[in-house]
């Protein structure tokens, strides 16, 4: 059990540094700024139709 979570805390460690080095990059930081707030808005879209329909679309 210990060992699962010491490599969760190095994947997390990882995913950190990776993220940390990408979005210093001014066009790659752009590119996934956009990239998660298309994602955003279309989670929100499927909600709001989601709430709308009461659910029976799905």
């Not at 969760?8 to 080095?21: D, E, G, P, R, S």
């Not at 590119?31 to 279309?42: P, S």
């Amino acid at each position: 059990m210990a060992m699962n979570l010491l490599f969760i805390q190095y994947v997390y460690t990882a995913v950190f540094i990776i993220a940390l080095y990408l979005l210093k990059q001014k066009k790659l930081n752009l590119a996934i700024q956009n990239t998660v707030l298309a994602i955003e808005y279309v989670i929100f879209g499927l909600g709001l139709l989601n709430w709308l329909v009461a659910g029976n679309w799905l």
